[in-house]
């Protein structure tokens, strides 16, 4: 099956051009085009297609500019240029170069050659390309993800563009060529085929869900391994993690089995120097292997052979700016237009990945059950009936007498992990008498006291930071504040208090730790700043568990899985006395950790959205502005689907839920709509999205909307 069947909109749009003819009173901001003639154009293909820098849908497009003589040899594309445009002197990358122009008018000259390195390849322009075409955005904006900030200095190293890639080929030392009998993949039935695969230099497709996160058989080793036979077979590889912490980890793995000149870091958080420098290297071919965080999926790797994504599930691989893609389906397009291997791995597995594996699209890689019960550790429940009998408390205290006796018993052989769902103090505050939650005076935000001086701090909004000391109950007129919640530091105090002499080491917010060694110590972090044991966990507790569950998105249970396992995955095996104690109720997802089965939770998962026609089933656009915008922009897509034949599924317009500070929250009076439509005519729906928000903003006809498809925190 081609992946185009699978992820029906993935193949490369062109460029698209306004949807109706454009007005004359519509060309303001359009480059005035005469007939280009005349001696200072070059003489061979004169005329360059300059995509400018700017996020407005109706300037999509190419925009044809004559090639001054003096300019003739740095005029290539893929560089950066300067261009006027309605006056003004714009950014803009050149796309191509031809012959002609359809314009049949005289062209205004490149203004500018910034640099004349191409640091847009013919490979990244089709990817943007396809990006922006999935997600019903413009190409600038991807641009401005996938090529980084210039610094002018690293570029007077950069090799001459006649100059060849540096070989990549050749086995590196220490990289798994075969047999396969050392190699951490032997556990999992069908992992040693994949190697052999890729190293090979074939382009096999596989998900991965690693039973250990620590030592020798943990997931780095798992991907650098890959990374190396993929590297031994002549190819370049590009991986994606969610942030620095496995970044690093995954860089230490990969420097013992390929060689250091061959790999490329790319990370905003590295500063834009070291990003562009190594951005360079990877342009110039002399690094083969890219590894970072989301924009390192658009790096610019030479005969690329796989492509790799760790933990898509975590919401990091989701880019914060317009048109808000997801490095997984970066890398799946990629994969796509270049033939590469793609793999899939996590400890949990995303419906996404799911729907992959069950069109047939990618093959799972799995251990055998005994194997899995052997690797990983022994999981309790401390609300099952058997704990309930011995503990009648259990379903009410926040630390039952099960998790109190693993941490005990655990203390005694080594570090003991703790993972609470909220940072700070008390993240939450309720009125003693009526339970209401307790809201800021100022911006109604929730009232918390979040630092670490604990009981004695003055509760505080966490939007606004306005202290309250002199809150009253608008309800009942009580003065007297409870915790809601309890956070991160209040659950280190109440463990310190249980286990005087035991060392508490806390991770949470912007003190997270990334390894702790494996002394006998409570280490208590937030969700997702779980930090790597030496050896790994002696046990685990794994508290608010109910609260995590209950939150109000379609995702909750999925993400909280995710969490769940990727924290158990740090504790030693059950043969070595590894033991995790979930809080939570009786539940299917609890019931998946109990299992030791992420596949299964998320085939369950998967089924029952398709029943209902939920994403991932189904694509889904948001639409999200004033309500008169949203309803034209909504009318509009509606009317033109129809006429395609498009089966579309709406809901709303609803108001928008208002959350988090006022300064980062749209209008009070904003709505949206939701738009659903099938996988197989995505591609139809997603041209008539994009093409309708440009005339929308070519005509002015209507305030502009906020468009996202795909979106997690949608539902």
């Known amino acids: 099956m081609e992946v185009a069947n699978v992820v029906a909109d993935n193949s490369a749009q062109p460029f698209l051009d306004l949807p109706a003819p454009v007005q004359p009173s519509l060309l303001q901001g359009f480059p005035s085009r005469k007939q280009h003639t005349g001696p200072q154009f070059a003489a061979h293909l004169p005329v360059a297609r300059v995509l400018v820098e700017s996020s407005l849908p109706h300037l999509d497009r190419p925009f044809d500019y004559g090639v001054p003589a003096a300019l003739d040899e740095d005029a290539r594309p893929g560089v950066r240029v300067k261009v006027k445009f309605n006056g003004q002197d714009l950014s803009g990358f050149i796309m191509e170069r031809v012959a002609e122009s359809d314009a049949g008018h005289t062209l205004l000259p490149l203004a500018k050659i910034v640099s004349p390195v191409a640091v847009l390849t013919p490979e990244i322009r089709d990817l943007v390309t396809a990006v922006a075409a999935r997600y019903a955005g413009t190409v600038s904006d991807v641009l401005r993800v996938a090529v980084p900030p210039r610094v002018a200095r690293l570029e007077k190293t950069y090799p001459d563009s006649g100059e060849s890639p540096a070989d990549g080929t050749g086995e590196p030392a220490g990289a798994v060529t075969g047999p396969w009998g050392d190699s951490a993949w032997t556990i999992y039935r069908t992992g040693p085929a994949f190697l052999r695969h890729l190293n090979e230099g074939a382009s096999p497709r596989a998900v991965l869900s690693p039973l250990q996160g620590h030592g020798s058989a943990g997931w780095p080793q798992l991907l650098a391994e890959a990374i190396a036979a993929a590297y031994a077979s002549g190819r370049g590889t590009v991986v994606v993690v969610p942030d620095n912490r496995d970044l690093d980890r995954l860089e230490e793995a990969v420097g013992a089995l390929v060689p250091d000149h061959a790999v490329a870091r790319l990370t905003a958080d590295d500063g834009p120097t070291p990003r562009y420098r190594n951005f360079l290297r990877l342009l110039a071919g002399t690094a083969r292997v890219a590894i970072g965080t989301r924009s390192a999926a658009y790096a610019p790797v030479a005969d690329l052979g796989l492509v790799v994504c760790w933990d898509d599930g975590d919401d990091l691989h989701i880019e914060q700016r317009a048109p808000y893609a997801h490095a997984r389906e970066v890398l799946l397009l990629r994969a796509e237009q270049a033939g590469a291997a793609c793999l899939l791995a996590g400890h949990a597995r995303s419906t996404e990945v799911q729907r992959l594996v069950e069109t047939g699209w990618a093959l799972p890689v799995d251990a055998d059950r005994t194997l899995v019960r052997r690797t990983v550790p022994r999981v309790v429940n401390t609300a099952d009936s058997f704990e309930q ?105 109440e463990l310190g208090r249980a286990f005087p002499g035991k060392t508490v080491i806390m991770s949470s917010g912007d003190q997270v730790k990334a390894r702790v060694t494996g002394g006998k110590a409570l280490v208590v972090a937030t969700v997702g700043a779980e930090p790597v044991a030496e050896g790994g966990y002696a046990a685990a507790l794994l508290l608010d568990g109910d609260s995590l569950l209950r ?70 656009a948001s639409v999200t502005g004033p309500r008169a915008a949203v309803e034209h922009f909504s009318g509009a897509v509606a009317a033109q689907l129809e006429q395609s034949g498009v089966r579309l599924r709406t809901a709303g317009p609803a108001p928008v839920i208002l959350s988090g500070p006022p300064s980062t929250r749209r209008s009070a009076e904003d709505v949206r709509t939701l738009l659903f439509f099938p996988y197989a005519q995505a591609a139809a729906a997603t041209r008539v999205l994009r093409a309708t928000r440009a005339a929308t903003a070519a005509k002015r006809s209507a305030e502009p909307v906020q468009l996202r498809l795909d979106g997690v925190d949608v539902l």
């Open 389 to 493: 009998e011995r503990d009648p408390l259990a379903g009410i205290a926040r630390l039952p007498g099960a998790a109190w006796r693993a941490a005990k018993e655990g203390l005694e052989r080594g570090p003991v992990l703790v993972q609470v769902a909220r940072a700070g103090y008390a993240p939450s505050l309720v009125c003693d008498t009526c339970r209401e939650p307790a809201r800021c005076g100022a911006c109604q935000g929730p009232l918390a006291v979040a630092g670490a001086s604990g009981a004695s701090a003055l509760p505080q909004c966490r939007w606004c930071s306005t202290p309250a000391p002199d809150w009253h109950c608008t309800h009942c007129s009580s003065r007297k504040l409870r915790r809601g919640a309890t956070g991160v530091i209040r659950t280190a105090e």
């Open 551 to 620: 939150r109000e998105t379609l995702r909750a249970g999925e993400d909280t899985v995710r969490r769940w396992f990727n924290a158990a995955s740090l504790v030693r095996p059950a043969a070595e006395g590894g033991l995790v104690v979930i809080t939570a109720a009786d539940t299917v997802a609890v019931g998946a950790l109990l299992r030791w089965d992420p596949a299964g939770y998320a085939q369950r998962e998967l089924s029952l959205r398709a029943e209902l026609q939920l994403p991932p089933a189904v694509r889904v």
